[in-house]
Antibody, heavy 118, light 110 residues
Framework: EVQLVQSGAEVKKPGESLKISCKGS????????IGWVRQMPGKGLEWMGI????????RYSPSFQGQVTISADKSISATYLQWTSLRASDTAMYYC???????????WGQGTLVTVSS | QSALTQPRSVSGSPGQSVTISCTGT?????????VSWYQQHPGKAPKLMIY???KRPSGVPDRFSGSKSGSTASLTISGLQAEDEADYFC??????????FGGGTTLTVL
């Protein structure tokens, strides 16, 4: 069974750093592009970027370039989303997701809620 | 890149059909046959309902269908059921490994 399991909810203060994770199982993790999607409270889905764990080739949405870092460790079938200095506007649910073909996501993680508040 | 345009809400009675539109540009929906649709119930992760404009993943009822004309894609749900009440998001490939989502449509089953 294909699964993407994300790390738990986080509560952080503005200016703090954070790294959340997503671990895949039930498929050849290194052979699929894994993306990250943001959903702010009560809002829609936003594509952040994507990584190919096989060689760590990473592509960012222009809106998120320079704001976050996406990385992967294929040895443990994991991908990460990282911030160096959080802002209140980073408060959102973050999903990792497996891309299929060119334009679809067939499996989603359960989401990681990040709350940034002083 | 602006989000794809969807109606904020649609509604229908059980058994009826509803169609949700998704309008993009010649850089995304109009340029690629890689439109997908997702259903999201409150507090849950999105679920893939349609991919590549009109293909259904295994397990998705054939009441769900997709189409595209020019830069506008559509999701049609026929034989509405109470469990179809959810938010629906369209998505298109936009080149350079980028996906772009619609703002989402809330479907209410009356």
């Amino acid at each position: 069974e294909v699964q993407l399991v994300q790390s738990g909810a986080e509560v952080k203060k503005p200016g703090e750093s954070l790294k959340i994770s997503c671990k895949g199982s039930g498929f050849s993790f290194s052979l699929y592009w894994i993306g990250w999607v943001r959903q702010m409270p009560g809002k829609g889905l936003e594509w952040m970027g994507i990584i190919y764990p096989g060689d760590s080739d990473t592509r960012y949405s222009p809106s998120f370039q320079g704001q976050v870092t996406i990385s992967a460790d294929k040895s443990i079938s994991a991908t990460y989303l990282q911030w160096t200095s959080l802002r209140a506007s980073d408060t959102a649910m973050y999903y990792c997701a497996r891309r299929t073909g060119w334009g679809a996501i067939d499996y989603w993680g359960q989401g990681t809620l990040v709350t940034v508040s002083s | 890149q602006s989000a794809l345009t969807q109606p904020r809400s649609v509604s229908g009675s059980p058994g009826q059909s509803v169609t949700i539109s998704c309008t993009g540009t010649s850089s995304d929906v109009g340029n690629y046959d890689y439109v997908s649709w997702y259903q999201q119930h409150p507090g849950k992760a999105p679920k893939l309902m349609i991919y590549d404009v009109n293909k259904r993943p295994s397990g998705v009822p054939d009441r769900f269908s997709g189409s595209k004309s020019g830069s506008t894609a559509s999701l049609t749900i026929s034989g509405l059921q109470a469990e179809d009440e959810a938010d629906y998001f369209c998505c298109s490939y936009a080149g350079s490994y980028t996906l772009i989502f619609g703002g989402g449509t809330t479907l209410t089953v009356l």
